[in-house]
């Protein structure tokens, strides 16, 4: 959500922003904006100025009813009645015009960083890093799917018969691997940078998806129930709402979250891409990072949640790249978004395992998420931050390939051993 104060001051940072994302309509945004507004403070004006009309007039009723001018009564009796039609009137007209500007504000995305490349898609994102070397197999590495499969430990077709596709059915030791993985991120976030670990609810009503930005714009991407309560997409919806209307005290901050839960995605804009294995899955586990922080420290938190989601890979020994996504692929809600990309050598390319964004307020001002230093009077807007630290289900996919034999067993890594029961090979 956008200040539209802000807006009204400097219209052409908005148009510039909006432009750089490739909004074509960016200008004709502006102009509808700042004319609701200008009708919407009018409205308001002639409310409050029949408010104070009928307020004097009333009063002066009882001066001319005590001066026995009772003329002058009933005239100021039947100006009072008319100001109450007028004041409805003006009412409505304001709360309609308010849910219009906020309907129209809550439909544009943020506003790019000025550090943020210019681009149009994923082709303009630039690489800031890469760590390790992609192994050189002396075989042709498999697929994750057909290790699996092979393995006798991932079900597609089972769980296609009960859940059609996009799901999957993981067995004996890859269950454990998948769990090991997500135990293993938890607690390298928790015990060494200072996480605390959440369980939230992965049942949200749409205010709390409305609050991260899910909503309206990407409700045919949710998962909706009858009551109606939403499925969380990512752990961000719960743990970001957590500081919703609320005033957090400054000296609180940053407050660093983090929860692994299983989340939920239509992927209504996906057909025909992945479709085969795990890399998009309607239900899948996510280790997720929230931070909420002054506006001061959010530039660098956003750097430190980054590294600490990277802190797994190289744990893991997998070889990844960091990309900056630019303006025209970047997320709805960031500001900017450094993207984590691990090697899959059975595409031969780095895929996205992880999404570090920066919000800014954007986030906060859908939810009303204020800070106040300790002895102040005043309130401002928390920045918010979020990332995946990581998607389980990929760093799972990550493993497989990048530690199979051309036996098709899978080694286990060092770190994820303890959690194996010692265990150093599947398969």
Known sequence: MHDIKALRDNPQVYVHGWNSRGRESSQADADSLISLDSELRAAQTAFQNAQARRNEASKQIG??????????????????????????????????????????????????????????????????????????????????ADLGEAMKMMDFEAAAKISGSRFVFLKGQLARLERAIGQFMLDVQTNEHGYTEVNPPVLVKDHAMFGTGQLPKFEEDLFKTAEPFYLIPTAEVSLTNLIREAITAEEELPLRLTALTNCFRAEAGSAGRDTKGMIRQHQFQKVELVSITTPEQSSEEHERMTGCAESILKRLELPYRTMLLCTGDMGFGARKTYDLEVWLPSQNTYREISSCSNCGDFQARRMDARTRKAGEKGTRFVHTLNGSGLAVGRTLVAVMENYQDENGKIAVPVVLQPYMGGLTQIG
Do not use: C, Y
Request: glycine share 4%.
């Open 63 to 144: 001066q001319a009813k005590a001066q026995k001018d009772e003329a002058k009564a009933q005239a100021l009796m039947a100006e009072v009645e008319s100001l109450k039609t007028t004041l409805e009137t003006e009412d409505a007209k304001q709360r309609d015009l308010g849910e219009k500007l906020r309907t129209e504000l809550a439909s544009l995305p943020n506003l790019p960083f000025e550090d943020v490349p210019q681009g149009e898609d994923e082709a303009g994102n630039v690489e800031q890093r890469r760590w390790g070397d992609p192994r050189n197999f002396i075989f042709t590495p498999k697929d994750h």
